[in-house]
């Protein structure tokens, strides 16, 4: 079990304090036992305040001791190889063993502001990710002796994971043999398809012998399903707003609740919810055993979008604490 965090800023609150949130729900999910806690990196969004992973990782690092940190992800096209390299191998030097790099091919923006952080059309393709990829690999392991060296990043490679929401990436990940991670969270329709993929093209490498998939979903656990639903309800309002253009802060769940949804604006946020777990304790470990059965994962990475940060840090102690001991593949 592992954590996804988003840095969510909720609304009347600053990113100051949002960020302090997810400081604190770092240091409480080591203490917890939760392996690795993993930031996004967005851009242009207002409920979102992870828009740069390296920073917020060495924040998180020096105020943790255990735990690994990564990235989920980093947006490869809207960076330099060599920025990225010398980011995470700088990282890597001040927290040896402890840094995972997630790579994703996506800008996590619209191209507007993709264009913005690049400044140049060229890089923003999916078709140039495979080179660019290389490059930032390249860069860690020296294997292009005619290369610019990074320093830090030479010799003190992070974790490398792909991570993905359809099957390009889950492809590109078995290619070359490395961890692949999985978007469930909010492209639940693509998920077996893409691991399947990833297990069938998945060549042996330095890195790794045999395929190694990890599923993000979405979980709110509270006291009891009635709780759980409530809380749920601005993460589905936030998301709503972000596909329609009109991004906001995380509203309050009463907020949420006496939002006027149109028919089909509560469809699209019922589809949202398939296939992630929320509910009870009992409903959660039901929920998460059904994914692991259906998707055969080595590992589940929870992410959990709530408007106030003591709900949110309680989620993930009710899922150490009552849900993680009963979960099986099989059910």
């Known amino acids: 079990m592992s954590v996804l965090d988003l840095a969510p800023v909720a609304a009347g609150a600053t990113a100051s304090e949002a960020l302090a949130h997810t400081t604190e729900l770092a240091r409480r999910t080591e203490e917890l036992g939760y392996r690795r806690f993993w930031v996004a990196e967005h851009h242009n969004m207002p409920a979102i305040a992870s828009s740069a992973p390296a920073v917020l990782l060495a924040h998180l690092a020096a105020h943790t001791t255990t735990i690994r940190l990564g990235s989920g992800g980093v947006m490869l096209p809207n960076h330099a190889p060599l920025v990225v390299a010398e980011q995470f191998g700088t990282l890597e030097a001040l927290h040896p063993g402890r840094i995972d790099l997630g790579i994703g091919r996506a800008p996590g923006t619209d191209q507007r502001t993709a264009l913005a952080l690049r400044r140049t059309m060229e890089g923003l393709s999916a078709e140039g990710f495979p080179r660019e990829l290389a490059d930032l690999m390249n860069y860690f392991s020296g294997d292009d002796p005619g290369a610019i060296t990074a320093s830090p990043g030479l010799g003190q490679s992070p974790a490398v994971w792909l991570l993905g929401s359809s099957g390009f990436s889950a492809q590109l990940a078995g290619l070359l043999g490395l961890p692949f991670s999985f978007a469930h969270h909010f492209s639940s329709q693509h998920t077996l398809p893409a691991l399947q993929l990833y297990r069938q093209s998945?060549?042996?490498?330095?890195?790794?012998?045999?395929?190694?998939?990890?599923?993000?979903?979405?979980?709110?656990?509270?006291?009891?399903?009635?709780?759980?639903?409530?809380?749920?309800?601005?993460?589905?309002?936030?998301?709503?707003?972000?596909?329609?253009?009109?991004?906001?802060?995380?509203?309050?769940?009463?907020?949420?609740?006496?939002?006027?949804?149109?028919?089909?604006?509560?469809?699209?946020?019922?589809?949202?919810?398939?296939?992630?777990?929320?509910?009870?304790?009992?409903?959660?470990?039901?929920?998460?055993?059904?994914?692991?059965?259906?998707?055969?994962?080595?590992?589940?990475?929870?992410?959990?979008m709530v408007y106030d940060v003591a709900d949110r840090v309680r989620s993930f102690e009710l899922v150490a604490e009552k849900v993680v001991g009963g979960l099986s593949r099989s059910v």
Do not use: H
């Open 202 to 304: 998945f060549r042996p490498s330095r890195w790794l012998t045999e395929p190694y998939a990890m599923v993000a979903v979405n979980v709110v656990c509270a006291d009891t399903d009635e709780r759980a639903e409530w809380l749920s309800g601005p993460a589905g309002l936030s998301f709503l707003k972000l596909r329609s253009g009109r991004p906001e802060p995380l509203a309050s769940p009463d907020d949420a609740a006496g939002y006027p949804y149109t028919e089909i604006e509560r469809e699209f946020v019922r589809q949202r919810r398939d296939g992630q777990a929320m509910g009870s304790p009992e409903t959660v470990r039901r929920q998460l055993t059904e994914l692991l059965a259906r998707t055969g994962a080595n590992e589940l990475m929870l992410t959990t």
